[in-house]
């Protein structure tokens, strides 16, 4: 990015421009080199999924915006040599605790604070905002998509009713007259938060110059963007029911949402003209004095936290023994539940070394456990990953989460609970725990917390995930009520560790 803006300054040369521009190609290629897993999986992401193909371009946005930007002397910032160490620790401990979202983050910040350390403190305030806009290469927002999900469905059962239509909810399930609509995670609206957000951050980094305009602006179009996303569901479900399914539910579908999302951009482009002062300045305008002169030695120290960061992950963390077979038989003992073969109509996502599967009955009462076994945690094999869910996303979907008090393994806490929706109008009430070593958690972020405390330490005992459930009715209270009556008398997670291969360090 860097080498392209020193060729498109005149003065390049002159101003001492082709040193700085050529260490930060080397500290950015060293960066993607040394953090390679994070920089592909990034690309991956945006290559793969419709909602980030923006990441690509954010890069060339950047480096537009910049060379639009007051032209400076590059001076060595050694300040920022604090922010550079910050964010390779950062990354060392997302790496460690197998959390993507935080070493992207890291990684993103690492090129941000380089330019910090080889350009100086003015290149940071004056390129501020398309420094911050490269964070729009990271693929977030995914854990908002159960919430947007909510809120819309929502909304739009609150609208159709409102306008006379008859809608039942049923977590993300739509009933109308006409059938039952979902309000899928494609359909939460995150794809067109996103794109918003980056077209209003562009806009208002190039035509508004006021910082709380620029904010104010940046925030409206948030709002716009899910408030028309509840507009653009209700639309399409209102059309479907009043056309009796012929319309809406096709390729017309996609037509209609582009349309209005089109619409809803001019709407935008709209608002920020109105925003717009053409007399005003930005602050990056502002004179730039030159604070100190720029020195190779002190902007290369830039590279030394990167190598420590890389080499503690290759030598400490992702140093691990050779991992011991995983058990053939993963079955737990519950005293006065039979033992059957597991059943045909639910089978959740499981990643793992080792899979088991199992139905327990009582008179009648039923309760299915699905395991993962992980000897390791390790890349393609995490512990705590969308890979391994309750629903697989074709016969079952999750709906809802609820939470309640279960007790387990000896210990009453609150334990995740996943309602499913399966085939002819089934529902399932899943609870999810992991665990790792000799220790069960119920809480992700307990066990990434853990899960990062050990690897730094060099420790990566076995663990696995734990699915129990039963399917309902009426209430998820009456799976809830049968699941607790398992756990009360499955044995404790000490016997099953001690049987299948001992503790772990």
Not at 345 to 352: D, E, F, G, I
Not at 362 to 387: C, F, H, K, T, W
């Amino acid at each position: 990015m860097m080498a392209i803006l020193a060729a498109e300054l005149p003065h390049a040369k002159s101003s001492g421009w082709t040193g700085p521009v050529a260490l930060y190609g080397v500290y950015a290629a060293l960066c993607v080199l040394a953090l390679q897993p994070t920089a592909f999986t990034m690309a991956q992401t945006w290559l793969s999924s419709s909602s980030y193909h923006h990441g690509i371009v954010v890069a060339p946005l950047a480096l537009w915006m910049i060379m639009s930007r007051p032209h400076m002397t590059p001076a060595s910032g050694p300040l920022s040599l604090a922010a550079v160490a910050g964010a390779a620790m950062l990354w060392l401990a997302g790496h460690a605790a197998g959390v993507a979202l935080i070493e992207q983050i890291a990684f993103v910040s690492l090129l941000i604070a380089g330019a910090g350390v080889v350009f100086g403190a003015n290149a940071l305030r004056v390129w501020a905002l398309p420094l911050l806009f490269l964070y729009f290469m990271v693929p977030f927002g995914e854990v908002l998509i159960p919430v947007l999900q909510q809120i819309t469905a929502h909304a739009v059962v609150g609208l159709l009713n409102f306008f006379g239509m008859a809608a039942a909810l049923d977590g993300v399930l739509i009933t109308t007259k006409s059938g039952v609509f979902e309000i899928a995670s494609a359909c939460a609206g995150l794809n067109f938060l996103l794109a918003a957000l980056m077209i209003a951050c562009v806009y208002a980094c190039q035509t508004l110059h006021n910082q709380r305009v620029r904010a104010a602006f940046i925030v409206i179009a948030a709002l716009v963007a899910i408030i028309a996303n509840f507009l653009r569901a209700f639309a399409l479900i209102l059309i479907a029911t009043l056309s009796n399914m012929r319309f809406a539910v096709g390729a017309d579908h996609l037509a209609i949402g582009f349309v209005f999302y089109g619409a809803i951009f001019f709407l935008l482009f709209w608002i920020g003209a109105k925003m717009r002062n053409p007399k005003s300045v930005g602050p990056e305008h502002a004179p730039i004095a030159p604070r100190r002169s720029w020195r190779a030695l002190v902007s290369g120290l830039a590279l030394l936290p990167v190598l420590a960061a890389s080499a503690y992950a290759a030598f400490v963390v992702d140093n691990t023994s050779t991992p011991p077979a995983p058990p053939h038989n993963l079955a737990w003992s519950a005293p006065g539940w039979r033992i059957l073969p597991a059943p045909e109509n639910w089978t959740p996502s499981l990643n793992a070394d080792s899979t088991s599967a199992a139905t327990y009955d009582r008179y009648g009462e039923r309760v299915y456990m699905s395991q993962a076994y992980i000897v390791q945690d390790r890349p393609g094999r995490e512990i705590v990953n969308a890979l391994n869910a309750p629903a697989d996303g074709r016969d079952w979907r999750q709906i809802a989460e609820l939470r309640e008090v279960v007790y387990l393994f000896g210990d009453s806490k609150p334990v995740p609970l996943a309602v499913l929706a399966g085939p002819e109008r089934r529902r399932l009430l899943v609870a999810t725990v992991y665990w790792r070593g000799d220790a069960v958690y119920t809480d992700r972020i307990a066990f990434k917390w853990a899960q990062m405390k050990g690897k730094l330490r060099g420790r990566n005992p076995s663990g696995g995930v734990i699915m129990i459930g039963s399917d309902y009715v009426g209430a998820p209270s009456e799976a809830l009520q049968r699941i607790r009556n398992f756990t009360g008398d499955v044995e404790s997670f000490t016997s099953w560790r001690k049987r299948h291969g001992g503790a772990s360090s």
